[in-house]
């Protein structure tokens, strides 16, 4: 193991209270572990929500192996595919810390098991599947209000925010679409609209004036 300087050491204890302040947040679903790269036979320097079952002081992985050799890998590698021993599935992040010398000398890893949310997910789509095959033909809502919801989702989305947290000047520019593309023209427009911001008809009317 290499000696570190205390600029290293600095960087490492400051790396291992991130992790813990992660895993507190992120606990039960995501182990967090800081690897020291300058020992990468012991790289494991702490580990918490432990579900991978590896211990402190085990070896660097693959991705560690890989910083260690090469200073111009990726930094920050997100989101990609993991599995656990046991086969679960997991979704990983392994960010690469530097040193002034643009040494890598350590990576704090976030692991999710993705089995949980795995469930959530087949349970929800189970419980929105609805039967095509029914010859029934009904509808509890005005013709081309879903067009009109469809358009409200897609605004507030790119504004990265959701349609009932909009502000009182995005309404605004949304009623000016809504009316530009014809929108407002359907049947009972206003009241779906203000259905889907949360808001008042009176104010729906006020933000298309």
């Known amino acids: 193991m290499l000696k570190r300087t205390p600029e290293q050491r600095l960087l490492l204890d400051q790396l291992k209270q991130v992790a813990e302040g992660l895993a507190q947040t992120f606990a039960p679903f995501c182990e967090v572990v800081v690897h020291d790269l300058l020992d990468p036979e012991h790289a494991i320097l702490a580990i918490h929500n432990n579900l991978s079952g590896r211990e402190v002081g085990h070896p660097a992985t693959e991705l560690g192996l890989a910083r260690i050799l090469n200073p111009d890998f990726a930094q920050v590698v997100a989101n990609y595919a993991n599995q656990f021993s046991d086969g679960r599935q997991a979704k990983s992040t392994s960010i690469g810390i530097k040193d002034s010398e643009g040494r890598y000398i350590a990576a704090l890893c976030m692991n999710v098991d993705m089995t949980l949310f795995q ?9 929105v599947r609805v039967d095509s095959g029914t010859s ?4 509890l809502d005005p013709a081309g209000s879903d067009a009109i919801r469809a358009r409200i ?25 809504l009316k530009t593309s014809g929108l407002l023209e359907i049947r009972r427009a206003m009241e779906t609209v203000a ?5 008042s008809r009176a104010s729906v009317y006020s933000y298309a004036k």
């Open 119 to 127: 469930g959530i997910q087949s349970a929800m789509n189970q419980f």
């Open 136 to 139: 029934v033909g009904e509808s």
């Open 153 to 177: 989702d897609e605004f507030a989305a790119r504004l990265a925010t959701t349609p009932r947290s909009l502000k009182a000047e995005d309404r605004r520019a949304l009623l000016q679409e």
């Open 195 to 199: 259905a889907h911001l949360g808001v």
